[in-house]
Structures are given as structure tokens and as C-alpha cells.
């Protein structure tokens, strides 16, 4: 069974969906991805481009596909936009996750749907920080909710910053592009950071994929599964280690006209209850990070 | 400015609907109604047939009419078929408010706006019972939350079971047609009721709709008002109550196989503060309900 399940990964192009793509198709599962734009094409994987906010076309693909497994990790991330554009915000995670949902419970599909939440949700009784707060809290709220009501088989997540080798917009992959191209005309890497002593719980995106597997097999319908390295480094740590990887002298300015949202830490128990613990080290993440950039900046 | 404010009321011909534009009208207000179905005519009043589920209706009717207040009481207001069409109770709960706030938002218009939840919304920490529970609270939250970020005239209401003439689908209704007919026929009222011992707080609509113009004239931004007459009956009591209005003697078969939902009592402190109280008393409502039935018989 497990050698031609089929999987369909929603946001199969984004930084974790290609690392997901990735490690189950090389498991030998039948992967289908979900992308938002025509003519991106994933190695191995098939590629079907459409926009989760319309209910015809989620329904289509989940009657042609009948996964087996649902990693839903398509969504709009952004917290600035979401100021804007609070409506995309709420119809690309929310509404887009009830179609899914929907969908399945009305075709009596049997999945097992993984959906990722964020570290950035508000607590009960506290008040959101920002549209895309709402929209994550909400979409994992009717995701616990059609678990309950409807018995589905559907398991929450929420992973913490995640970084590694690939398309990523995170500070981590932010200062290791400067350095990358800096490198090659030899000047001085140099960046505006909020503020240094901001800490954050990084995690290797290749270790979270293997948690969703681990959840596809062994987790538990209707739980939550917190998703981190469970060390909270700074800013500052992540520029000094960055610095120990390359010789030119980093400039950094910081900017402390906003403060920074702070992150409660992430409890990992749940997840090291299924035997999961990351094995990336942090150093070793960054190490691939800036090789990512190096080399293509050498493709270039 | 009072005499020729302008009103936009959403589920304009529904029960609370119809006496909410009747009240207002009377007072000189400027009021639109926006109905479900074309051809609905309310004396009186601007009628405009919509579905509150597509965004560019809602923002063709706010930028066309750009109320002062809006009393947003359309919806989808079945338990029963939110079991098989959650879609249709999320759709027409969450989705119609998003697109209501949003365009009052990107408007930049200043409309006081009242947003009507149900006594049937699940607490925090509690798991919702069904699918309208879940819609119900949802768009209240959203409503919270859009005030709070974006600092709009929101105002968030919780109304208890509602009674009086005219279509309602309520309990006090039902009983009251069953009899109007049958003193038609000289017949015997019959009725199945679930559990004559479950306990509801019963207010007329005339009361609520009271309630809905103080809270635009002296409410305050962000609160939530429950509004209920404080009285728990038993749905013993209101047969007990039409028995002594009917010659006919009542008929009624019990019904344990469901146990029915508890409601919690309701907190008027906030709606008191504004120096509301209910001035129908439970037995006239009840006159009047029996009264609206027997004349519609009459009329048929």
C-alpha cells in the first residue's frame, strides 16, 4: 500500500512543497502536486496548475485524483499583504481549505489531510496582530472542527520558521543571497535587520517533511502536532554564523522602528511522541543555504 | 441627521428582517432592504434582490446606497441543514460578512454596522455542535476582529429566540399555526415536541428590534450585546400559555430520542446599560403570534 499511495500536495511549487515533492516521490508515492501558475514543472511529480479559491476547480481535482494522503500546504503567507489585501488573505486559506474539506467529506474520500497552520496564530481570548493571523487561525479552526463534526480523518500542524536549500523569502535565506552576490563582484554583504535580538525557532524544511511522513503514518486524527527544532536562536546568532561561512566582513544596520512579534517557543511533544527529532544541524542548514545561492549565482 | 439617516438592512424580509425595516421606516429613516428573491415587496421601503455570497453584488449595493447603518441580519439560519450543506452555512454566514466589511472598509465609509449572532455559538475551549455553531461564531470573530484591526464601527449582538407575528419558524409559531388551523376545522391541535422540560429565553422581535436602534444611536464600537428578556420558559410553559388562549383542547406527543441543546441564560448587562428593557410581555407576544395565524387563515 504505502509503495503506491497517492499524495496530493497542495502548493507543491512553494519552499516546502518542492522539498515534499521531493522526499515522497523518491519514497515511490504517487505524487500529484497542485501549483498556482501554468507551466511549472517538479521533477517526477505531476503538476496540475489552479486556483484553490475556486470550488470547481478543488472539486475536480480531488475527483480525478482520489489521494490517499492530502499535504495542504498551499496558502498566502504574507503578514504585510495581508494589511492590504486581508480578503485574499481569508479566501486563500480559509475558503480554499473548507473547499478542500468539503470536497472530500462529500465524496466520502477517506484521507488523511495534513493541515498547516502557522506559528503566527493568535491565542484564545487574545487579539490577532494582523489579518493573516485570522486567516491561519481560521483555517485551522474549521480544520479541527470538520475533524470533530464530520469524523474526518484530519491532522493539524504548526511548524516554525523553516529554512534550507531552496525559494525561500526567510531571513536566513535572505542574508545568504546578499553574501552570495556579493561574492562574486567582491563587496560587502550588507542588510537592514529589525532588530538582532528577535529569537526564532528555525528548522530545517527537509526535517519537517520528514515529520509530515511520520504524521501521514502514525499521527493522530484530530491532533495538533507543533513542529520545531525547540532552540530559540536570535538574529544576531544567525549573522554571526554566517559570518564564520564566508570572508567578507558583513555589514549589518539595525532598524528597531518596529518592534518584532514575539514567538512563544514550540512544544515539540506531541511530534517526539511518533519518534520524530530533527537531524539538520543548524550550522549545517545555513552551510546549504548559501551553497543553494552560490551555485546559482555560478547558473546564472 | 436621525430623520434622513440611511439604512441598509441585509435579510430585509426575513422575521426580524420585516419588522426591522416597519420600525425604522416609521421613525423617517432612509431604509434599503436587501432581500434573497426578486419580486419581494416590503411597504415603504427600497427593496434589492441580492445574493450576499457574491462580492460584487455586495459592492455594487454599498457603493450604490453608502448607508450611514447597517443591520446585517441576512443569513442561513438552519441547524438542521447545515448537517448537509456546511458550504452553504459558511458561505452565507462568514463569506457575506467578509464581503460586507470589506467593502465598507475599502470604501472608507463610516457606516455604523451591527452584526447579529446566535445564542447557538460555541464557547472557547468548547467543541461546537454543529456545522451552524461553527458558522455562527466564525462571523462574529471575523466581525471582532475586522473592528479591532481596522479600527471600523462594528458592533457585535447576540439575540436570543425571537417570537412575535409573522413568518417565523419558531417553537411559539409553530404551536400557534397548528392551532389557527385547527380552529378553522374543529379539529385537535397535535404537535410533536422534542422535550417539553428544555428551557429557552424568549424575546419579541419588536423588543429586539428596540434594542438594534439604541445600539446605533448610543452602543459602543467593539462591544457585544447579548439581548434576551432574562425569563427562562419551558416549552411546558408556552403550551400551557396557548392552552388558555384556545378553546381547543392541545394535543402533545413528547419526543426524548434527541435530547435538546442547553442554552446558557443571557447576560443583558451591556443592552441594560443603554437603558433598554423588554416592555412585550411573554403572554401578549404570544396573543399576537396566535392572532397573526388566525387572521392569515381569514385572509386565505
Known sequence: ??????????????????????????LGWEVTAVVRNKGVGIQGVKVIACDLTKREAVESIIHNIKPDY???????????????????????????????????????????????????????????????????????????????????????????????????????????????????VKGTPSLHINDLSAKRDFLDVRDVVRAYDLIFQHGKKGKLYEIGSGQMRSLGEVVDHYQRLTELPILIEELRSNSSEELPSVNNENIYELGWKPVKSFRSSLVDILQYYRQSRKND
Open 1 to 26: 500500500m504505502r509503495q503506491s499511495a497517492s499524495l496530493l500536495i497542495t502548493g507543491g511549487s512553494g519552499f516546502t512543497g518542492r522539498c515534499a515533492c521531493q522526499h515522497f516521490q523518491k
Open 70 to 184: 492530502i499535504l495542504h500546504l498551499a496558502g498566502v503567507n504574507s503578514v504585510h499583504n495581508s494589511w492590504d489585501s486581508p480578503l485574499a488573505s481569508i479566501e486563500g486559506n480559509v475558503l480554499s481549505t473548507l473547499y478542500l474539506l468539503e470536497t472530500v467529506r462529500r465524496l466520502n474520500n477517506q484521507s488523511r489531510i495534513i493541515i498547516v497552520g502557522s506559528a503566527l496564530q493568535y491565542n484564545q481570548g487574545d487579539k490577532p496582530l494582523h489579518p493573516y493571523s485570522v486567516s491561519k487561525t481560521m483555517q485551522v479552526q474549521l480544520a479541527e472542527h470538520w475533524e470533530h463534526l464530520f469524523d474526518m480523518d484530519i491532522v493539524m500542524t504548526k511548524p516554525t520558521n523553516l529554512i534550507g536549500p531552496g525559494p525561500s523569502k526567510g531571513i536566513c535565506s535572505l542574508i545568504a543571497e546578499e553574501i552570495a552576490s556579493q561574492e562574486q
